[in-house]
């Protein structure tokens, strides 16, 4: 499913226009900087938590040495923050049947 059968199905769903479902969508996803709630959340470093979906939240990885494969060289791989999921009992449940 892409995000516009999504709206698709929110706008059957809910009773909603095709661009409102998708406006909605936009609003929660959105990846834009300064837009979509759960990446605002995951840039201010806190955690958004769906009870009985899941957990979305952001993990920092420390600088470590690795090799460069091609030449054998050791390399310092810089700091990282990404973010993660952790899918909750329901989800889990559901998916799991």
């Known amino acids: 499913m892409n995000k516009k059968e999504m709206a698709e199905k929110l706008a059957k769903k809910c009773d909603l226009s095709g661009a409102k479902a998708a406006e909605i969508i936009k609003t929660i996803f959105d990846t834009d900087p300064g837009h979509g709630i759960i990446a605002i959340e ?4 806190r955690k958004l938590q769906i009870p009985g979906f899941g957990t979305f939240f ?3 990885r420390a600088s470590r040495k690795g090799r ?8 310092t791989i810089a ?16 998916v799991a049947k």
């Open 68 to 75: 460069n494969p091609a030449t054998g060289e050791e390399i």
């Open 42 to 45: 995951l840039d201010a470093g």
């Open 58 to 60: 952001t993990k920092h």
């Open 79 to 94: 700091a990282k923050t990404y973010p993660g999921f952790k899918p909750g009992k329901g989800l889990k449940d559901r």
